[in-house]
Nanobody, 122 residues
Framework: QVQLVESGGGLVQAGGSLRLSCAAS????????MGWFRQAPGKEREFVAA????????NYADSVKGRFTISRDNAKNSVYLQMNSLKPEDTAVYYC???????????????WGQGTQVTVSS
């Protein structure tokens, strides 16, 4: 059974940092794309960042470029999202997801975590 479990969310002041973790289990994701998405209240879920598990290729939404960094730890089967210089508009539920192909599209992802809340106060 595939599981993606996020952790690391919380409340932080604007300008602060948080590191989200996603622990993956249940199958090998060696040729998969791991993505981070977010959904703010009343808004659609949107792409944040993606990384190819094996080749390390990355892509970011324009809104987070230069502030967020996606990374992985093969030994721990985990993916991370380091978020710096956080802004109130980054407030959302953040989801980890896995896709068999290189993609940044919500509906193309096959597996999802339960999400972790990130709240940035001004």
């Amino acid at each position: 059974q595939v599981q993606l479990v996020e952790s690391g969310g919380g409340l932080v002041q604007a300008g602060g940092s948080l590191r989200l973790s996603c622990a993956a289990s249940g199958r090998s994701f060696s040729l998969w794309t791991m993505g981070w998405f977010r959904q703010a209240p009343g808004k659609e879920r949107e792409f944040v960042a993606a990384m190819h598990w094996t080749f390390g290729r990355t892509n970011y939404a324009d809104s987070v470029k230069g502030r967020f960094t996606i990374s992985r730890d093969n030994a721990k089967n985990s993916v991370y999202l380091q978020m710096n210089s956080l802004k109130p508009e980054d407030t959302a539920v953040y989801y980890c997801a896995a896709d068999r192909q290189w993609s940044f599209v919500v509906y193309e992802y096959d597996y999802w975590g339960q999400g972790t809340q990130v709240t940035v106060s001004s």
